[in-house]
């Protein structure tokens, strides 16, 4: 998601974007999907950013920012560990974090994205075991995701620049023309390119857009736009088990299913700060943290239908 301080301004060119008729071009449009329903609410998180299921360990672990914007106080946020059910095993299992953000699972590891580095915690001891930022000073770190390899792959604000860990090495891996892109915040990595979701973007006349899903190739760094429509203020992406996605908005609330060909079409409408959710395909599980209610909702949504 982005960082406390830009929210304002984010929100501020939101407007504009809507008043100079850069809105979402086909979510409205397209046929409706088929509702999700809730299923479970988890309570007593403080601004809950993302989600990630341990199927080994059936359980989900959520970062919590703790206190964000001015007055936040260093050092508050933690891990917490939520049983398949929903039922909160342990609030604050891991503390530690300035404002933990994006999640992965990978290497028998939990990743977490913090402003100054990317952290490892050993999910069995539930202790923090590494870290790792860049050579000249913190990442300013968002989102983080693994491919099937077991790369670890990370997005640097300040750098402008998605990092990558992988056999142990932590080093920049492509840099972002966020002139082009906007400023990336959901990441997922597939098989054979990472996939970035943004927030607003400046055409070529100034004017701010909505932001867009491009893509990476790992084998060339050769950068493409997923379809020619504009999505959203872009924060989680996740597969959604028929060739697309879903992905949430976090200044709309609104949880979106894009296919494969990038044309949106909305799911629910939540509130503003529909954070870094998680589709569990087996499941039919879709969970999102809600940043600023300070909650975690389940929805059961099976995504071959519509």
């Known amino acids: ?12 060119a939101f407007v504009v974007t809507l008043a100079v008729g850069g809105a979402r071009c086909g979510a409205a449009s397209q046929a409706p999907e088929t509702a999700p329903a809730l299923v479970w609410e988890a309570t007593g998180f403080t601004a809950p950013e993302s989600i990630v299921f341990d199927a080994g360990r059936g359980q989900f672990y959520v970062s919590n920012m703790g206190t964000w914007g001015q007055g936040s106080t260093p050092g508050d946020g933690f891990i917490t560990r939520l049983g398949a059910d929903g039922r909160v095993l342990d609030l604050r299992w891991v503390t530690g974090f300035d404002s933990p953000k994006g999640l992965a699972l990978a290497n028998g590891r939990l990743y977490v994205a913090d402003d100054a580095d990317l ?25 983080c995701t693994a491919d099937a390899r077991g790369t670890v792959y990370v997005f640097s604000r ?27 915040n959901g990441l997922l990595a597939e098989r054979d390119r990472l996939l970035l979701g943004s927030w607003v973007v400046r055409g070529a006349d100034g004017d701010e857009r909505f932001g867009i899903l491009f893509a990476v190739a790992y084998a060339d760094g050769a950068v493409s736009q997923l379809g020619n429509q504009r999505i959203g203020n872009i924060d989680g992406i996740e597969p959604d088990g ?47 943290p809600l940043v600023r209610d300070h909650v975690v909702r389940a929805y059961r949504w099976n995504s071959a239908t519509r």
Do not use: C
């Not at 998601?1 to 501020?12: F, I, K, R």
């Not at 060739?243 to 494969?260: H, I, K, N, P, Q």
């Open 242 to 288: 028929r060739g697309g996605y879903t992905v949430t908005d976090w200044v709309t609330g609104e949880v979106l299913r894009v296919s494969a060909d990038g044309v949106p079409a909305r799911l629910l409408t939540l509130r503003q700060g529909a954070a870094d959710h998680l589709y569990v395909v087996d499941q039919r599980l879709l969970v999102v």
């Open 119 to 143: 952290v490892e915690i050993d999910p069995g001891a539930g202790v923090i075991v590494a870290r790792h930022k860049p050579a000249d000073g913190p990442g300013g770190f968002n989102d």
């Open 1 to 12: 998601m982005a960082t406390p301080a830009s929210w304002s301004a984010v929100l501020v």
């Open 158 to 184: 300040r750098r402008s620049t998605v990092f990558r860990l992988r056999a142990g090495r932590f080093e920049p891996w492509t840099k972002v023309d966020t002139s082009k892109t906007g400023w990336p």
